[in-house]
């Protein structure tokens, strides 16, 4: 059975500790966050791909490899369109014929803000246009070809948002032995704030290297704490200890804003959030602009936001989700 239209969706995520001292072989916990990103596949008579973000206003076809634009600028449409049409070849690469395919993108993840979006596009795609074909593809698949859709995007990402997106849930990751789900029973309350400010991942892991270079009897240090936080947090999680985990964010924030990754923008998010109550509050992902969580007991949650947006961000509460990338409705 073909389907004429499938829907599918994936989560945003949030890292909540460990990025950047990641990329040096320490664990990192992310989360998969009820804010998720929507796909719509279609089948068409002819032979094109055709591709359409909603938000970010861009349209256009693939014709001979070529892309042509209907709508956007087509420098922007090249970057985040590219990765899809490798998703949209894989998949055909699987049902080994090539139709034509209509893909259109409904996502209110902020871009290039350390949420994961790209990656969680590529997986929605995936599983889109899988069950659209009626393509056997499960999730160690729709993760392997978002993986490989985030290559293009960030040259070597560590694959930690793929698997987010495709299994959902919460993860401890590491370089070595990769990911290992982690028990946590506990809701956690979170305050996802966005300076507006899009920044470069691999700019930011640069500026970690060139500090680690220069000063590596001081930056060691400071890896193995970066350690003790997530190997204490991960007790924390399982004993629904936010106070401690809220502790762990801000300690973890310190450490960051000592590798240089934190920026003006979103230092007055987080003492915002701190002042208004939060339990704990850091940058997440690459900093430098992009997002701060702040963690914050149910009560504080609305204070928190309130504090954000005064203080100039674009704020948004997040909850944990268990569910990865998921098939909405055909
Ligand atoms: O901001 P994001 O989601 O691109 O996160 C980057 C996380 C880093 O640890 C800084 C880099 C990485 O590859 O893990």
């Not at 691999?202 to 060139?210: C, G, L, N, P």
């Not at 300690?251 to 339990?279: P, Q």
Request: hydrophobic share 45%; net charge negative; proline share 4%.
């Amino acid at each position: 059975m073909v389907w004429m239209e499938v829907v599918a969706s994936a989560p945003a995520k949030v890292i909540l500790l460990g990025e950047h001292f990641v990329v040096y072989g320490e664990p990192a916990i992310v989360l998969a966050i009820d804010k998720r990103v929507y796909a719509k596949a279609e089948l068409r008579d002819d032979k094109q791909l055709y591709l359409r973000s909603v938000n970010l206003n861009l349209a256009g076809h693939f014709e001979n490899r070529f892309l042509k634009m209907e709508q956007g600028s087509a420098k922007e449409a090249r970057l985040r369109f590219e990765p899809l049409k490798l998703v949209v070849e894989k998949v055909l690469e699987i049902y080994g014929e090539s139709p034509g395919v209509n893909v259109e993108v409904n996502s209110t993840v902020p871009v290039a803000a350390g949420l994961g979006s790209s990656a969680a596009v590529a997986a929605a795609v995936t599983a889109a246009v899988g069950a659209l074909l009626n393509v056997k593809v499960a999730k160690e698949d729709v993760f392997r070809i978002s993986y490989e859709a985030e290559k293009i995007v960030h040259g070597t990402p560590s694959g930690v948002d793929p698997a987010i997106s495709t299994f959902g849930g919460t993860l401890l990751f590491q370089m070595d032995t990769g990911f290992r789900p982690l028990e946590v029973k506990a809701d956690i309350p979170l305050v996802i704030g966005y300076t507006g400010v899009e920044r470069s991942t691999r700019a930011q892991v640069e500026k970690v290297r060139h500090i680690r270079d220069t000063y590596p009897r001081v930056v060691e240090p400071m890896m193995k704490g970066a350690r003790e936080i997530v190997l204490r947090a991960i007790d924390a999680l399982k004993e629904d200890d936010l106070e401690t985990l809220g502790d762990l964010m801000n300690i973890n924030h310190a450490l960051l804003c000592g590798l240089g990754v934190s920026a003006e923008s979103l230092e007055w998010l987080i003492n915002a959030a701190r002042k208004a109550g939060a339990l704990g509050a850091k940058l997440t992902g690459a900093g430098g602009g992009g997002c701060m969580v702040a963690l914050a007991e149910d009560e504080r949650l609305e204070q928190v936001l309130d504090a954000i947006q005064r203080a100039g961000g674009r704020p948004f509460v997040a909850r944990k989700t268990d569910e990865g990338v998921r098939i909405e409705g055909t």
